[in-house]
């Protein structure tokens, strides 16, 4: 068994092991930066909110579960949607309200919304970090309305998706240590099968970071590193579909009936 303070994450003055929520409360200045420790939430908020399509009657709502700081708001703006985002860090909430969200402090297996209610409900690199990923399932497909469309994305539970993820992913610059706990992440064939238990029929694909745009990013980074001086500008890298849903996928379906 391996040893729980090596693994653990190191946020600031507290030691905490893998997964843990209160990272998010330690790294509450990290959210909005464009490079920092949450930049790939940015890129995979943008490519998420590609999924989604303006609303087609007024009123229209979008549930985000596992909103954070509202990273997705952004990228909805103009779509039409009047967006609710649940959390359980308040602290990420309070800065989700900054940017327009209606935020709900909640658990994701429970919550406090009532049936039918969304439009589209997001759940983006969610899934992976909850211990009871199958419930959180049942309460985004509870919340859709028929013909209500259910977006996600998250980590395939296989060995490539732990190296990358974890053993790379964690050492790279910004990228805070223990964030995941690579035995949550979740098999794309079983997601699948589990969104069809509630007559959503999702469909997955395979993405990834630009290959140039990462590159270039990390290199502002490590050079950053070595200078003490910010990174300048620079675009941030976009998320492509790959054939392969072995590491990063995203999913897309709709509620029948």
């Not at 709900?104 to 049936?115: E, H, I, S, Y």
């Amino acid at each position: 068994m391996r040893d729980v303070a090596a693994a653990a994450a190191s946020t600031g003055s507290r030691v905490l092991p893998p997964n843990d929520p209160r990272q998010y409360d330690d790294l509450v200045d990290e959210w909005w930066r464009p490079d920092g420790a949450f930049a790939m939430l940015h890129w995979l908020a943008e490519a998420r909110a590609a999924l989604v399509p303006p609303a087609d009657r007024p009123g229209a709502v979008l549930v985000d579960l596992g909103c954070g700081a509202g990273l997705l708001a952004p990228h909805l703006a103009g779509k039409g949607y009047r967006h609710i985002g649940v959390d359980l860090t308040r602290s990420a909430l309070m800065q989700a309200a900054e940017h327009g969200v209606r935020v709900v402090q909640g658990d994701a297996t429970a919550v406090p919304l009532p049936d039918g209610c969304a439009d589209v409900v997001s759940a983006g690199e969610l899934l992976e970090h909850v211990p009871a990923w199958r419930q959180v399932v049942a309460e985004a497909c509870r919340l859709l309305r028929p013909g209500g469309l259910l977006v996600l994305d998250t980590l395939n539970d296989t060995a490539l998706a732990r190296l990358v993820a974890v053993r790379i992913g964690e050492r790279l610059p910004t990228v805070p240590r223990g964030i995941h706990d690579p035995l949550l992440f979740v098999d794309a064939r079983e997601l699948v099968a589990e969104c069809a238990r509630y007559g959503v029929d999702l469909r997955v694909q395979g993405v990834r970071p630009q290959v140039g745009g990462l590159v270039a990013w990390l290199w502002r980074r490590v050079r950053a590193a070595r200078t003490g001086v910010a990174p300048g500008g620079g675009r941030a890298p976009r998320i492509v579909p790959t054939r392969s849903t072995a590491v990063l996928y995203q999913g897309w379906g709709v509620r029948n009936g």
